[in-house]
């Protein structure tokens, strides 16, 4: 990794003070990449860490065993983690919990009057919680009026599944003007995806494992939500059928997936969808978010891109990198897709989403 950090500031930092925060999970994987892309980050102040009884009480320093390849920020590592379920003085809190906490964790502080920006899975495909890609779906924020209504003032927003980042920020163009009916992708995931604990060494090295435990599924139904409409009372997905392999590889960072696809319509040219993806722009950029890629998608035409190791960091890691965009025998468009799981997948999606909801004045 080389420059993963907010490098554009805005004139709003400049102006105001930047907003306490607080990491759930900031020992873990996601976690780390949170107090990491936090350092420098124009309008948000790490301010408090939080995760299980293991770490509680321990410096930061202490309790995360630190391992990006950035050193541990002074100020983090000064910090006293806090027991998952304390009082906590931020309202803001980005969430990178095990997903076998994070749910009730997540519900307890957004009851609580607070902001909860969540990675983990248990509350994505919750009827007013908003599954957010800020290039595709700002408009779903209109359901945490819901949220605020039924919770008293706090709400939760998420992000996808990071697999499901790549493919839905991949195929939006190609949705939004042509329609997509059906869908095959194939996935070859990065072992950072599972955590620290997650795949041991000799599991994984000389080798892939074709099955990630429930991963399939998100990424079937995941897109559908992202890609579909808030239409004032609910979500309605959108209506393509999508099927998915998934495999662990042994790779660090970057989830690589084939994609292949049918359109509704008439079927576009390979320039045509060329076209659609490199123009495709969204609300981030025309905010400039800090940590908004000035170009989502990246289209590589060399035969043998993306990769993991040449792509991944594109743009901070904040871009998808899509390649090898060719006519399918099968169905219409075939094409291969890069995301950085981590930071567009996981942390870097979490600050982008909370930086849309700070210029919406819903912070
Ligand atoms: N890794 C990715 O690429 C990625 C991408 C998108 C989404 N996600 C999701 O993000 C979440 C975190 O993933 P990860 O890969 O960062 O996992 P991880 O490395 O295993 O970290 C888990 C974090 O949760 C905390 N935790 C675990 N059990 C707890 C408990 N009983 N009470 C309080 N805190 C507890 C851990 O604290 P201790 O250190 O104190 O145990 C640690 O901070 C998961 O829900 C995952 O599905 C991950």
Request: hydrophobic share 40%.
């Amino acid at each position: 990794m080389t420059a993963t950090l907010p490098a554009e500031t805005s004139s709003r930092s400049a102006r105001t003070a930047r907003i306490p925060v607080a990491v759930l999970g900031a020992t873990g994987s996601v976690g780390q990449r949170f107090v990491q892309l936090l350092e420098h980050h124009p309008w948000f102040r790490l301010h408090e860490v939080v995760a299980s009884e293991r770490s509680a009480g321990k410096r930061y320093a202490d309790a995360a065993d630190w391992r990006l390849d950035t050193l541990l920020p002074k100020d983090a590592a000064a910090l006293t983690v806090k027991n998952l379920g304390s009082e906590l003085e931020s309202r803001l809190l980005f969430s990178g919990l095990d997903a076998s906490v994070a749910g009730d964790a997540e519900e307890h502080y957004a009851s609580r009057g607070c902001a909860v920006v969540s990675n983990s899975k248990n509350h994505r495909m919750g009827a007013d919680v908003p599954l957010l890609l800020p290039e595709i779906n700002a408009d779903h924020l209109g359901a945490i009026e819901r949220q605020r209504a039924r919770r008293g003032g706090g709400y939760i927003v998420t992000n996808s599944n990071c697999s499901t980042m790549g493919l839905a920020l991949a195929i939006a163009p190609i949705e939004r003007r042509w329609g997509i009916d059906q869908l095959h992708v194939t996935t070859m995931q990065a072992v950072s995806g599972a955590g620290w604990n997650g795949v041991t060494s000799l599991a994984i090295l000389d080798n892939v494992i074709p099955y990630i435990s429930g991963e399939e599924e998100k990424i079937e139904i995941e897109p559908r939500k992202i890609l579909g409409a808030w239409d004032g009372e609910r979500f309605v997905y959108a209506p393509m059928r999508i099927s998915a392999q998934t495999n662990r590889v042994p790779t660090i960072d970057g989830h690589l997936m084939t994609i292949s696809l049918a359109v509704r319509g008439d079927v576009p040219t390979i320039d045509d969808v060329k076209d659609a993806l490199r123009s495709f722009k969204g609300v981030p950029q025309e905010l400039e978010l800090p940590s908004a890629p000035r170009q989502p998608i990246h289209v590589l035409d060399e035969p043998d891109r993306p990769q993991p190791r040449l792509d991944r960091d594109r743009e901070r890691g904040m871009a998808v990198s899509v390649g090898r965009i060719r006519p399918c025998n099968l169905l219409h468009i075939r094409m291969v897709a890069l995301v950085h799981n981590t930071i567009r997948g996981a942390a870097g999606a979490a600050l982008l989403n909370a930086e849309l909801l700070e210029a919406k004045g819903l912070l």
